[in-house]
C-alpha cells in the first residue's frame, strides 16, 4: 500500500549547508494498516508524512503508494493522485474561514470528481456527528468541531488511505479523545491505511504499528 525505499531528503539551510532530514529511510505498510510515526522535533516525522502524501518529493529514493510510483509525478497528476486516493488530516484545520462547514467538504468532493458532491459531503458530516452543524462558519465551530469537519473533508471520497499529522496537537485531552476514536473508527469502516504523527505516546500505543524516528532514521518498528 505504501513504500517508502531508499528514500533520502535534503533542504539548503540558509547559511548553504545542506541539512539532511531523512535519510536513506525504508518503509512497507500493508494495507489497511494503522501506523503511529513518533520522534522529537526535527526527526523527519512530518517530511515522511508529507512525501507519502506527495506534498513534496524526495531527494533520492521512489515512493509507491497504492502501486503508483508518485516520485516525479506533475503536480497535476500528483493533485488528481491525492483526490482518489489520500485524505489527509493536519493539526491546524486549513478550513476556508468563509465558507461552512457542508462547503469545505463539497469542495474536497468536487476536487475529487464524485457525482452528487453535496449529498455526499452532508453523509461524511453526518459520520463526524456534525449534520447540525453544516451552516456554520469555522469561526462559529469549536476547535474540536473544526477538526471533525477536516476528517469528513478528508474522508468525503472514501479514501483507501488516512494521512494525519498531529490531528490532536491542538485540542483539549477531551476534544482529543473524540477525533482519536473518530479516526480509528473510520479507518475500520472504510478499512484503511492509517498513518498518523503524533507525540502524545497514549495514542502511538493504541496504533497497530509504532514506528520511531531520530535524526532521519527509522530506530524502531520499519523495514
Known sequence: MISIRSVSKTFTAPTGELLRVL????????????????????????????????????SSGEVVVNGQSITGLSELALSRFRARNLGFVFQAYHLLPHFSALQNVVIAAEIAGLAGAEAKAMEALARVDLQDRAEHLPAQLSGGECQRVALARAIVARPPILLCDEPTGSLDPLNADRVFELLLELQRDLGATLVLVTHDAHLAERMGLHIALERGRIVAGGA
Open 23 to 58: 535519510d536513506d529511510v525504508c518503509l512497507e505498510l500493508e494495507a489497511g494498516t494503522s501506523v503511529a510515526i513518533q520522534g522529537p522535533s526535527g526527526s523527519g516525522k512530518s517530511t515522511l508524512l508529507g512525501l507519502m502524501a506527495g506534498l513534496d518529493q524526495p
